[in-house]
């Protein structure tokens, strides 16, 4: 099920395939028959590698999530954790090993993901139990194969690590990261970067490969050109309301690991003889990749375009259905049977996408009320009683407008209307009890395309926020501050509108049907981040040296020996591929760009894209976000 | 960054320590070759799974055979009516780390005691047997510290910070520590992890970030479920130096917890027949301020400022601006359906006498909060009139059929294509339907249309 992973330009496959041998090693290392007991956070990330058959086929019989107490009662010979490196996992683990039968002993393992910890080693030691273990190991899964351009580390807390908390053991994982990535792929002879992430990255690769000196690859390099980018440097885009369709769905749904869990009303399969039949109440679950042809059709069109490309693919397929009618011969009957399955995945995938698009149609313009509503009730004010509750929806005055209203100010916002002015917008959403993490969003929004907020106008900001929504946001406004999300105006100018006007942060006359630049992932605003890509290629960093100074962290440029005989040469016409790694994340929209700018005619170059995990504002803020009772979407 | 001493080559030259040299099986270089085999077997490797071209999907849609599904299927015969969900993980770290006793160099055997800085920490890098206990001067401490720095591996970082914490005193780790800021954030997120709060605390206030160290403090109330030992943690904390503004918002957080707790405490034996009326259907602890008010606005209208639970208490004391309260009380009365106190929030006097409405929020809100609460419409209309934008009020009066203020708005336009459209929407013969009939009758009004 990876043939999505064939499509790209460069086969993403063969890093599937590397991370399969290294599962099939490590699990015929435990001979015998095994029960694989998992952090449930992983299952997630391994999917995107493996199916249970291929653990099946090494003698794996039973799997369970990694809970306090007993293991459930398997006759394997065999136990194998499969978890992250967490200290609260260990004492689960010690538990569990503790509860174990010490009359039917089993062989115990653990496989450390992504990496071995020396600290949670020593955990295990105190409560006892590491001398219980066979076998300690771990499995370096630093890029997952996402798609046929797109790698992702997974690694949720990754910015708020790197930013926040200083701590750059992700950074680490990234470089060892695209280590391997060089050991399958060939060394990359140029890499450039923007930031502080991005210099450390850097340096940790040269290092590295310094150490291994002699051991050099003999593979053809299949990228040109390596760009790491900070977070930092750009920490408007992810603000923004992403426009594509995958951003949308990403936006209202989330998409995990590749999937998306969707309500499930409008999924019910109307079956004939099955009258009367309860609706499902499950969330439907859908996998999103570029192997259902459809989908990697529309994914990055702007939402705006999506349905025209719906409409037109449903009139295809049918056409395709009424062939039947002219299908006389037996001959031709029995081509049109073979070709029956594939229409139907095409007619069933068509059907999918009209009812996703619905949903997001009905939110973005008339039953976004219903969305807010629904998300106050689930999440922040679970605890409310009803009248309160009740209340503060029904305050929710001419919430159809509402995501339009909430557009319009973003897009205020980026083109520097009213920046420095206390917005009435967020006012009136704050006194309506809007979810606080749309409310943070807006707020940092305004703080980044201002350089910074007016004192007055942050201090009641704050206020406004800490009263609605509980004192204990202090904690969360700090870390905003600390990360440069939200800061008070320096005696520095405000430099946004420079950098906006230099990079043509915003285009006027955005085309969403038929595009024509980057731009039109927000029907106006172009990712800063992109444009730096697109710059890059041409006509290079240097047109823009003063917009970098004004960027954080440094940029520079390093240029990696490759071995003789292995310098690519570059048929007249060939485009250079470049692989852009985002260090704290990446959104939908900005992947859409660049996929934009790939298949642009003249481009010239294409991109590969990685990401230290794949992001949006909302699951970004929330990650910096520090009251742990509170389950915000 | 250290070179390698003459001493160190005769030490790889030298055969007694042959078990410890790099076996070229596992090397970097061997890991580079096998993946390299890895790609070059890939082809012919190919596998089973992939063949199938349509995937299988159960209705959750996780596909049939993913992993996930499959620890849930392969569970689920076992699985007898536990519930299903993932357990609750017990983040708070156990604090109990006496007596461990434990030296890392003893979780792994070998003397590997001459090894470099730099070969030591390779060597952990590497997962394989390593020993720090060699490291007894503070310079070759701190040689190693740096190295461990200089490979960038947290693991690494953080198994040599533990030793040296062991082994230093607490004054020179943090002296040692201040010198190297990469070192010290291993450090301190280290600490967190093992839950070592006090001396997190303590290294913060060394080094002189105290706002940091009051914030963390701060945050342990997070913690504490009891209310009173949370009220009590938050009274410790106004000390604390933080910012000047993060001290008020501190103070405001203790004197709201110790007012909810009296309120709730007085208010779950009330009697009054409002709590008859509309029970209570949740404690009003830990709420955040604006919601108190509300709830203040619901059940304790009208209470003397006196008292802890009167609204107009909460407001001075949380120094809630007008307008938030305005909008707090309006949904709290409107909710009631107490038309007259909602009147009176907007009633101004001016010196001579009169009454006025005033709001600090637009009228055309009111007038939403108003028709959610299911207001009637003679008190619609009041609010829909006092809307100063003409265009937002005769939507207003559209919404909200108050049909006075459609009609006069059309006769004050002289529009009278849209009184002809409106009047069809009305039933015949009401009195707003009379109204239009003897407005478009009247042969005084010089129409525009």
Known sequence: ?633 | MTRAKPEDDEYWNSSKFKAFTFDDEDDEFSQLKESKRAVNSILVDDDDEDEEDVERVSWSGEPVGSISWSVKETASSIRSGSEQSFPKIDTTPSLSKQGSGYSLSSLFKGNLHDLSPEETVRRMQKGRAFSLEKFCSLQDKLLLLDEAVAVYDGNVITAVLIFLKKSLSKEILFRELMARDVALRHYVHYLKEMGEQKLVVELLKALGRTEDMALMHYKEHLNIKDESRRRDFLKSCLSLPFSQDDATHVQDHYTLLERQIIIEASDKKAVAEIFKKFPRKASILNMPIITTLYYSCFYHYGESEGTFSSPSNIRKTFRISEKQYILTALGARAKLKSWFDVDSLFNTKNWLGYTKKRSPIGFHRVVDILHKNSAPVQVLQEYVNLIDDPDLKLSGALKYKCHDIVINTYRDLKDRQQLIVYREKLERDSPEYRKIQELLNNVQIRWKN
């Not at chain 1, 939110?363 to 009740?390: G, K």
């Not at chain 1, 106008?457 to 990360?483: A, F, M, P, R, S």
Request: hydrophobic share 40%.
């Open chain 1, 1 to 633: 099920m990876a043939s999505h992973l064939f499509c790209g330009r460069v086969n993403l496959n063969i890093l599937r395939e590397a991370a399969r041998k290294d599962l099939r090693e490590f699990l015929d290392k435990c001979s015998g028959s095994k029960a694989i007991v998992w952090d449930e956070y992983l299952t997630g990330p391994f999917g995107l590698i493996a199916q249970y058959s291929l653990l099946k086929e090494h003698e794996v019989e039973k799997m369970f999530t990694l809970k306090a107490g007993r293991i459930p009662s398997a006759a394997v010979k065999n136990i194998v954790f499969f978890v992250r490196p967490r200290l609260e996992l260990m004492d689960i683990i010690a538990e569990n090993v503790a509860s174990e039968d010490k009359l039917q002993p089993r062989d115990v393992h653990i496989l450390f993901v992504p990496r071995r910890s020396l600290l949670c080693e020593q955990r295990l030691k105190e409560k006892g139990v590491l001398n219980s273990f066979t076998n300690i190991d771990e499995y370096i899964l630093d890029l997952i194969p996402y798609d046929g351009d797109l790698l992702s580390m997974e690694s949720e807390s990754s910015f708020r690590e790197c930013y926040l908390e200083n701590d750059q053991t992700s950074l680490y994982h990234a470089a060892k990261g695209l280590m391997n990535l060089q050991a399958l792929y060939g060394t990359i002879p140029q890499i450039f970067g923007k930031g502080e992430c991005a210099r450390h990255v850097a340096n940790m690769m040269l290092r590295m490969k310094r150490e291994f000196a002699g051991s050099q690859t003999q593979i053809l390099p299949v990228f040109d050109t390596l760009l790491l980018l900070d977070r930092n440097v750009d920490l408007l885009t992810p603000l923004a309301t992403q426009l594509t369709y995958e951003g949308l769905i990403d936006e209202i749904f989330g998409i995990t690991n590749g999937y998306v869990k969707l309500p499930p009303e409008k999924f019910a399969q109307k079956k004939q003889g099955e009258g009367g039949k309860e609706l499902p109440t499950e969330p439907k679950k859908l996998q999103l990749n570029s192997a259902e042809e459809l989908y990697a059709e529309i994914r990055d069109k702007n939402f705006n375009a999506v349905g025209a490309a719906l409409s037109k693919k449903a009139k295809i397929i049918s056409a395709a259905f009424e062939e039947r009618h002219n299908a006389k011969t037996v001959g031709e009957i029995k081509q049109f049977v073979s070709q029956l399955p594939h229409m139907q995945a095409a007619r069933s995938s068509l059907a999918n996408h009209t009812s996703i698009a619905e949903l997001i149609k009905d939110i973005t313009t008339d039953s976004w009320l219903y969305f807010i509503l629904c998300n106050m009730v689930r999440n922040a004010h679970l605890n409310m009683p009803d009248v309160f509750s009740q209340t503060a929806l029904l305050s929710c005055v001419s919430a159809s407008e509402d995501f339009f209203d909430s557009l319009t100010v973003e897009q205020e916002f980026m083109t520097g209307v009213d920046t420095d002015k206390v917005s009435t917008y967020i006012e009136d959403c704050i006194a309506q009890k809007d979810p606080l993490i749309k409310i943070l969003r807006l707020v940092c929004m305004q703080s980044v395309c201002n350089n910074g907020l007016k004192q007055k106008v942050l201090d009641y900001y704050k206020k406004e926020i800490l009263q609605t929504y509980g004192y204990k946001h202090i904690l969360t406004l700090k870390n905003l501050e600390k990360v440069g999300l939200l800061k008070p105006q320096s005696t520095m100018r405000n430099n946004y509108p420079t950098i906006r006007k230099t990079l043509k942060l915003w285009m006027e006359d955005a085309n969403e049907q038929n595009p024509n630049d980057i731009s039109y992932v927000y029907s106006g605003y172009a990712p800063l981040s992109v444009r730096l890509t697109q710059v890059l290629a041409r006509p290079g960093w240097r047109s823009i040296e003063e917009v970098l100074k004004m960027l954080p962290g440094p940029h520079f440029e390093e240029r990696q020996q490759v071995p003789t005989g292995l310098h690519k040469k570059r048929q007249p016409g060939e485009n250079r591929t470049t692989l852009v790694f985002f260090l704290g994340g990446v959104t939908y929209a900005e992947i859409a760009a660049l996929r934009f700018l790939s298949n642009m005619e003249d481009s010239g170059t294409e991109y590969i894209i990685a990401a230290t995990k794949l992001i949006n504002g909302t699951s970004w803020i929330k990650s910096l976000m520090d009251s742990p009772e509170e389950n915000l979407p």
